[in-house]
């Protein structure tokens, strides 16, 4: 299985985007998936996570209310589409997915199997 994030860039404060995540091959659109991102010098971080079927989210306290994760499980996507961002979301942010079976997301990074290459979000005045 491999997910390849897209979509980062440099934006102004207050400035939207929207990462892509392509999964492609041996897929299991059911499971869990996750948004993670590491800012310069830190630690990864968890950002949010989608159940296999899309009802059930989970968001960090410092993204809840400003962004948004989306799923489309017939084309193998995954999608995190930010708002109003801030000079501190500036980070790489990676694309995850659970194991077959694992169908919730979550907030752990020990419980995604697989992960993407980053997509680098810069948010700079």
């Known amino acids: 299985v491999q997910l390849q994030a897209s979509g980062g860039g440099v934006v102004q404060p207050g400035a939207s985007l929207t990462l892509s995540c392509v999964v492609s091959?041996?897929?299991?659109?059911?499971?869990?998936m996750g948004w993670f991102r590491q800012p310069p010098g830190k630690e990864r971080q968890f950002v949010a996570s989608i159940s296999g079927n899309g009802r059930n989210t989970y968001y960090d306290d410092s993204v809840k209310g400003r962004f948004t994760i989306s799923r489309d499980n017939a084309n193998n996507m995954a999608y995190l589409r930010m708002n109003s961002l801030r000079i501190e979301d500036t980070a790489v942010y990676f694309c995850?997915?659970?194991?077959?079976?694992?169908?919730?997301?979550?907030?752990?990074?020990?419980?995604?199997?697989?992960w993407g290459r980053g997509t680098l979000v810069t948010v700079s005045s």
């Open positions: 091959g041996r897929t299991d659109s059911n499971n869990g």
């Open positions: 995850t997915g659970r194991a077959p079976g694992y169908y919730s997301g979550s907030y752990y990074p020990s419980d995604y199997s697989y």
